[in-house]
DNA sequence: GCGTTTAATCAGGATGTGCTGATGTCAGAA
DNA sequence: TTCTGACATCAGCACATCCTGATTAAACGC
């Protein structure tokens, strides 16, 4: 797999980063409506929001002393992509089985 | 997320099991073509099987003493439609932030 | 200036996950 | 039946990951 994928996909396979993901896809928020939104701790949800950022998933959007997020929708089409590739080629293949020595 | 999607994730954000996926998407394969292919002891992969079975992102197909393992392009196309159209939302509501308080 | 608020970073402890050797089970060959 | 090979399961250890409280830095209002 594309180790951009496999970044993409630790990072989303948490919980909380999952629902994080999910309510940025519907609109930009900042770090206390996370806060309030999912009911975890300030610290613990700037790290999680570290992982995603390190990831590729979301941008800061600095705007004063507030940071707000924005999910790239290009990094979850990258993956969806990957995915839908990978089912294509193994429907290609379903009958193909290597014989055992 | 569906906790359906989150259990593939999971299952997906490991590099053994990654690799693993992979070449199922190439073709059927037994457990000893896994092992010489990943390099891998057997236990291991063994193990990484089973959650990938559980996961319902593989089926095992018992042949004789072989057991071939058949990857499910269900599976990795439902993930693929699934950020598809987290992408598809993202994109709809890259405007809209909400304000703060 | 000073205090408050937002949010990032750090160090710790608890829990989860992956890897291992040993063991158990089942199918086929001698 | 007995033996061998393929595969699954189990218990233990090592390591990674998550969560937390405390601290720090920066931006705003007073």
Do not use: K, W
């Not at 948490?14 to 999910?22: S, T, V």
């Not at 940071?67 to 790239?72: E, K, M, V």
């Amino acid at each position: 797999m594309s180790e951009t994928a496999d970044g993409l996909l630790r990072a989303l396979a948490d919980p909380l980063r999952a629902r994080i993901i999910e309510l940025l896809a519907g609109e930009q928020l900042c770090t206390c409506h996370l806060v309030e939104l999912t009911g975890a701790r300030q610290t613990n949800l700037s790290n999680h929001l570290r992982v995603l950022r390190e990831a590729g998933l979301v941008e800061p959007q600095p705007a004063g002393r507030y940071t707000f997020y924005r999910l790239r929708p290009e990094a979850l089409t990258s993956l969806a992509d990957h995915y839908a590739a990978l089912a294509d080629r193994a429907r290609s293949a379903a009958q193909l089985r290597r014989p055992c020595a």
